[in-house]
Structure formats: C-alpha cells, structure tokens
C-alpha cells in the first residue's frame, strides 16, 4: 500500500509540474504574439455582414446600434439579418430599428430553406445566397462590435492575402459569474491566436469571422457542408482543406463583445455544444485537452497525499495563469485584470470541469436558441 501511494503521489507531481512547464510555454508564446498589422485600408471592398438571429429580443437592439456605427463606405455596406422563426418581438425589433436604412435588410426564414442543414448554419445558407458582398463577415445577433470592426477584419485579408481570418470575443461582465466567463474566453482565445501564431490554427470562432466569398462559395458554403453544431469549425476546415489562408490576430480592432449567460446551465449546454463539435478537432488538440483535464485530477489527488506541495503548484500555476490574462489584456488593450477573478479562476474550473464532463455524458440534445439537436 505504501509503494501505491509513493508512486501515485509521484505521478501527481510530474503531471502537475509538466503542466506547470506548458503553462510557462504558453506565457513566453502569449508574450511574442504579433499584434502590429496594418488595418488600414486604401481601397474598400465591398461587404455583407451576416447575422443569424433566434429569439434575440433582449439583445438585437444593442448589436443593430452596433453595426450602424461601423466606419465602412454605406454604399459598400450590406447588414443581412436573418430571422429564424423567433417567438418573440425580434422581427418586430428588427423591422422597426431598420425603417429608412438602407444599408440593412431583414430575411425572415420559413424553416423550409436548406432542409440538409438546421440551426444557424441553415440561417447563413440563406444570408449567403442573398449576400452581394466579396466578403463576409458573420457574427451573431448577441454581440456588440467596435466601430472599426469592419475596416480591421476586412484589412486582416486584404493586407494579408488570406480568405479568412478570426478577431477576439470577449465578454461583457459587472458579475462575479461573468467574469469567470470573460476570463474563460479570454484565455481560450489567446489559445487560439498562440496555436494561429504557428500556422496552427484550431478553428475561428462564429461569432466573429471574416471570409472572401471566393472562398466560401470555394467550399460549397452552408448549403453543401455536412451539418455540424459547431457550423464555424465545419466552414473552417473545409476553408482551410481547400488550401485557403486563414489569419488570425489578438487586436482590440477585431475584438467583439458579448453578454456573459445568467445560468451555470446555460454555461454547461454551451460547452456541451463546444465538446461535440471538438471531436471533429485535430489529434492535437484533443492531447492538449488531455493535458489540461490531468491537472484538474492530479491536483485534488496531491492535495489528499501532500497538501502543502499542492497548495504551493497550484500558487505558483494562478501566478503564471495572472501574467498570462495581465498579456492577453495588454495586446487588446484591456485595462482591467479582474485579479480576485483570475486567481480564483483554477476554483471555479474545479466546479464547471466535473460539471461539464458530467452533462456531456448525461443522455440530452444539445441546443441552440431553444432547438435540440
């Protein structure tokens, strides 16, 4: 019994001081990231923002204020919302909020359209076909984008000579909850842009993609991609398997911001959705999954054999997890570093990892916007 517990409390340590040793890998990679790129553009291409909207009466308002501000050409400009059979007043909203602007358009959908896809990959089908832009940039009808939002995506391609490319959510937080969210997007996407770095993209999130309709007619678009609920990593594989260039930057240009969800269930249906769709990943990304699943049990497993040395990685893990938001917040240019949060952060990963591995395995539908896939 003796030699179990020797063996077991040195395998704790090694997996918790490899982690360690990542997570170093990953503050020197956060720290390099290039963030300097021209944003500015000579000529302006023309543009079709598309946005899937689903029962979104709390928040198109905001996201239609939004991108009425963007500082791009009105008469390069078109806003495609598409309504997909909401229940509440979000047509109305919409309808009201567009009365003499021409720059936007309403498509409401009958639910007949596409019937090969669902959810919101049906929805951008339908956007896409009425879409007259040479590029698109889609987000969602839940989130607020900056003013130079359209400019600096557009320039990311143009500039770079790429078909696609991907800016930074972030959330919009005044709780203690959505503050964890906000940290947890924040270091999720500064995964995503340090796997970008070395042309080692994991995928580009929905809700603020930018693609040439080259590209995205290249592939078939929506219309022809087998369905997937996570529709954005579906367009970016088949972008990226076409030989397409795809880019993406930490830039507060290209930065978005969403609503944090109220509920640690609404938090749980959307991993679950991210989870799902994650199979489809690289091999590598599920080894880096791997990794950072065994540190949340090998821990809590050293916390029971040697309590002090348990205390002292996790310390030293929350210190290095610090400096890698205070870097993040720097290339975004975020002022706040929410520290109770962020050092506080591994105890509300150890409640949401069990939580979420337990409602992956539990026998329900994933959902978006009050539909079961």
Known sequence: MQNFITILTFVAIGICIFYIFIQIAY?????????????NLSEFPSVSI???ARNEAENILDCLNA?????????????????????????????????????????????????????KARVLATLS????????????ADIRVNPRWAIAMIATMVNGHADMCGGT???DANTNFGKYQKIDWLYFMGIIHSMASFGKNLTVVGNNTGISSKAYKAVGGYAKLPFSITEDYALYKAVSDKGFKVLQYPNPETMVFSKPLPTIKGVLKQRKRWLTGGMELPFYYHVMMFIFGAWYIALPVLFFLNWQLALALMLIKDFIQLFQ?????????????????????????FL????????????????WKGRKY
């Open 27 to 39: 503050l020197f990679v956060l720290n390099k990231l290039k963030t300097e790129v021209n944003l």
């Open 50 to 52: 598309l946005v899937a």
């Open 67 to 119: 991108l009425d501000q963007l500082e791009y050409p009105e008469e390069k400009l078109e806003i495609l919302i598409g309504n997909d059979q909401s229940t509440d007043y979000t047509q109305m909203l919409v309808e009201n909020f567009i009365k003499g602007k021409s720059k936007f358009r309403l498509i409401n959908l009958s639910g007949k359209e596409h019937p090969q896809t669902k959810g």
């Open 129 to 140: 076909e009425a879409a007259k832009g040479e590029y698109f940039l889609i987000t969602d």
């Open 169 to 171: 959510t972030n959330i």
């Open 325 to 349: 938001i205070i870097i993040i917040n720097s290339h975004l240019k975020i002022k706040e570093e929410n520290f109770v949060q962020v050092m506080t952060y591994d105890l509300y990963l």
């Open 352 to 367: 949401m990892i069990p939580l979420t591995s337990f409602y992956f395995l539990m026998p329900v539908s994933n959902t």
